[in-house]
C-alpha cells in the first residue's frame, strides 16, 4: 500500500537531535510482545515513504542490471531476443512483457529524451559517494566519528566536492541553504 508523500519538514525531522537509536525505537514503537507499530501516525507514514522510496530505487537498479545482463548474453540489443533469457525469479510471462515494453517505440523515445537531458545537466548527476551506499557511508562516518552521525554531517560528506567546501551543484546548495 502506498501512502501521501511526506513532506520535507517531516522527513528532516526524524534526524534531529542527539538521541540514542534505544531512545529513539522506544519513542517510535510500541512493543506488545506478539507485534510492534508505531505509537505516532506520522512515524508510519515517514517509514512506509522510506519503504517505497528504496524499494523503488533498489527495484529500478535491479532491472536495469537484468537488462544489461539479458543484452550480454545475447550479445543484441534487440529485445525480442531477451524473452527467452529472463531472470530465474520473474516469471516468464512478466519478463515477456517487460521485453515487449522495453522494446516499443514509446520506451525508446523516452529513453532518448532522458539521456538529452541527463547530458544537458551534468552537474545534477554528480555523486561523491560513488558506489557506496548511503547507509555504509553513514555507518562509516559514525566509525570515524565514534557515535552516530547528524543528518547534517552525512549530507556535507555526500552532496560537497572531495577536499573542498564546495556543494556539488547550485541546486544541491539550495536545497542545503533552505533546509539545513
Same mark, same amino acid.
Given at each position: 500500500?502506498?501512502?501521501?508523500?511526506?513532506?520535507?519538514?517531516?522527513?528532516?525531522?526524524?534526524? &534531529?537531535?542527539? %538521541? *540514542?537509536?534505544?531512545?529513539?525505537?522506544?519513542?517510535?514503537?510500541?512493543?506488545?510482545?506478539?507485534? !510492534?507499530?508505531?505509537?505516532?501516525? *506520522? @512515524?508510519? +507514514?515517514?517509514?512506509?515513504?522510506?519503504?517505497?522510496?528504496?524499494?523503488? #530505487? @533498489?527495484?529500478? !537498479?535491479?532491472?536495469?542490471?537484468?537488462?544489461?545482463?539479458?543484452?550480454?548474453?545475447?550479445? *543484441?540489443? $534487440?529485445?525480442?531476443? =531477451?524473452?527467452?533469457? %529472463?531472470?530465474? =525469479?520473474?516469471? /516468464?510471462?512478466? =519478463?515477456?512483457? +517487460?521485453?515487449?515494453?522495453?522494446? %516499443?517505440?514509446? =520506451?525508446?523515445?523516452?529513453? #532518448? &529524451?532522458? &539521456? +538529452?537531458?541527463? #547530458? #544537458? !545537466?551534468?552537474?545534477?548527476?554528480?555523486?561523491? *559517494?560513488?558506489?557506496?551506499?548511503?547507509?555504509?557511508?553513514?555507518?562509516?562516518?559514525?566509525?570515524?566519528? /565514534?557515535?552516530?552521525?547528524?543528518?547534517?554531517? +552525512?549530507?556535507?560528506?555526500?552532496?560537497?566536492?572531495? %577536499?573542498? $567546501? $564546495?556543494?556539488?551543484?547550485?541546486?544541491?546548495?539550495?536545497?542545503?541553504?533552505?533546509?539545513?
Amino acid at each position: 500500500m502506498l501512502c501521501c508523500p511526506v513532506h520535507a519538514d517531516d522527513e528532516m525531522s526524524h534526524h &534531529k537531535g542527539e %538521541g *540514542s537509536y534505544s531512545e529513539t525505537m522506544q519513542t517510535v514503537w510500541i512493543n506488545d510482545y506478539r507485534n !510492534h507499530r508505531f505509537r505516532e501516525h *506520522s @512515524n508510519e +507514514l515517514r517509514a512506509r515513504s522510506a519503504w517505497t522510496t528504496t524499494t523503488r #530505487a @533498489n527495484f529500478k !537498479h535491479l532491472l536495469y542490471n537484468v537488462q544489461r545482463n539479458a543484452e550480454r548474453v545475447c550479445a *543484441s540489443t $534487440d529485445k525480442n531476443q =531477451w524473452k527467452e533469457h %529472463g531472470p530465474v =525469479w520473474m516469471r /516468464k510471462e512478466y =519478463w515477456m512483457e +517487460l521485453c515487449m515494453i522495453w522494446g %516499443g517505440e514509446k =520506451w525508446n523515445e523516452n529513453s #532518448a &529524451k532522458a &539521456k +538529452l537531458n541527463r #547530458a #544537458a !545537466h551534468l552537474e545534477e548527476n554528480v555523486h561523491t *559517494s560513488g558506489s557506496v551506499s548511503f547507509s555504509m557511508y553513514k555507518t562509516q562516518l559514525e566509525a570515524q566519528l /565514534k557515535r552516530p552521525p547528524q543528518f547534517q554531517e +552525512l549530507f556535507y560528506q555526500t552532496h560537497k566536492k572531495k %577536499g573542498t $567546501d $564546495d556543494y556539488i551543484s547550485e541546486k544541491v546548495q539550495k536545497v542545503a541553504i533552505r533546509v539545513i
